[in-house]
């Protein structure tokens, strides 16, 4: 593979375009960009697993929410390599390898998921929280028949931040031999080939934009309208 | 379903009810009884406990000395659920579920009871007739296309269609503009009549007491000042109910007096 490359570099500084670049190695693009939605998928199931419920019960605990917003705030500012590196020692969670990755990416998600769900559940009208407890709804019902429907769009536009953020950090993950399609990028600013980095981050930019889209049409789905 | 009262007669008793939170006592001492029929309207300065009263009653908030009785059983015995189905609560900011139309909002305890969906529909219709909405119209409507008077319809609507026995009503037509509020009030002292239900209504108006009560229980400080028949009322020579009665006279007589007689008829 090396050797191809260093081939190929030397094509491009005889002018090969970057065209052919990307239909000589359409295949390896593909599968770049499918290990990159992977990543972030599992990052991003694993952080609305977590941040959704999360965000629901900081909305009743107030000890807990500076703790764990201030926590996740704190992720937030760590840059990603070094995030990725902090990791690697980490037994079970850390290591060379996708599962680093998955752990590091879906850290980065919890915030903005975690804020937007206890924002929208804790905007809900407080008048039509306490007719809804004063007829009798139980907490379950509460949640699921009010506060979830009428926060659902705050959620959401959460998730797409978180989204966007997993896709454009994933890219960073190849540093740790995670896959990717930072794999093209660190490969291109080690050869000084534009291409190779293009061939990553054009995916990964389309990648971004065409799945905030797919959410944007999700969010407007779901949204009741009022 | 018929109301279900107590085998003394009784929808809601309280007997020396208080509420504290944290070492503040909110309501203290706070005793009366509501048979089916009867309308006792709570009237009082803001801040003086009808509100945190009231919540006691479907325990949106809990007692902390004193013991409530409903149709006759003690509160806590109640499953709470259970007993806030079984009481009406109509608040002034309404509180209908925005992303639910119309005939959700009604629909919401018959449904929560797990009625038929045949009944759930009709009792709907009846409903909407009881506080004179057009089905054919409303129905199909979300609150945000309704009016602050239609809105507060519903929220009556709402509040009867399970048919409770009891019904807690804060300041329900407070937020209305006037003439509204007036149509409002007239209405619902028609619907008071028929309906034999145990009404307990907090107002700060007591133009509105005086309409809608068959008892107003005076509250002041935290405290229960005494309970009157409405013409009691206006020959009370408590101090408090004194202060009510004048400036409902003060009110009839704007025209001819200084402009501060305004502010002191709105609410604090």
Known sequence: MGQKFAADHEHKEEGVSFLTFLVNYRGEIFSRTLEHLLLVAA???????????????LVRRHNLRRWVLGTANVIQTIPSLALFGFLIPVPFLGGIGARTAIVALALYALLPILRNTYTGIAGVDPA??????????????????????????????????????????????????????????????????????LAGAIPAALLAIGVDLILGWVEEKLTPKA | MNPAPGSDGLAVELRNVGY???????????????????????????????????????????????????????????????????????????????????????????????????????RVREMLELVGLDVAKFAARKPSELSGGQRQRVGVARALAADPPILLMDEPFGALDPVTRAELQR?????????????IFV??????????????????????????????????KDAEARAFVDSLSAGESWDRSSPQITSTRRKA
Not at chain 1, 43 to 57: E, K
Not at chain 2, 187 to 199: G, N, P, V, Y
Not at chain 2, 209 to 223: D, K, Q
Request: aromatic share 6%; hydrophobic share 50%.
């Open chain 2, 187 to 199: 209405e619902f002292c028609e619907l008071a009549k028929r309906l034999e239900k145990a009404i």
């Open chain 1, 128 to 197: 039509v929280l306490e007719s809804a407890r004063g007829m009798g709804m139980t907490q379950r019902q509460i949640l699921w028949d009010v506060q979830l429907p009428l926060s659902i769009a705050v959620i959401l536009a959460g998730v797409r931040v978180a989204m966007i953020i997993c896709i454009g950090v994933a890219t960073i993950a190849a540093a740790i031999g995670a896959g990717g399609l930072g794999v093209f990028i660190f490969r291109g600013v080690a050869m000084v080939s534009n291409s190779v980095i």
């Open chain 2, 20 to 122: 504290c939170l944290g070492k503040r006592q909110i309501v203290g001492g706070v005793s009366f009884k509501v048979a089916p029929g009867e309308t006792l309207v709570l009237l009082g300065r803001s801040g003086t406990g009808k509100t945190t009263t009231l919540k006691l009653i479907n325990r949106l908030l809990e007692t902390s000395s004193g013991e409530i009785f409903i149709e006759g059983r003690p509160q806590l015995e109640w499953d709470p659920i259970r007993l806030r189905r079984r009481i009406g609560y109509v608040i002034q900011d309404v509180g209908l579920f925005p992303h639910w139309t119309v005939e959700q909002n009604v629909a919401m305890v018959p449904r929560l009871e797990a009625w038929p969906e045949a009944r759930v529909g009709q």
């Open chain 2, 203 to 236: 107002t700060h108006d007591l133009r509105e007491a005086l309409l809608i009560g068959t008892h107003i229980g005076l509250f002041t400080e935290g405290r229960l000042a005494g309970i009157y028949e409405p013409d009691e009322f206006l020959r009370s």
């Open chain 1, 43 to 57: 990052a991003m199931l694993a952080a609305v697993l977590v941040g959704i419920p999360l965000g629901i019960a």
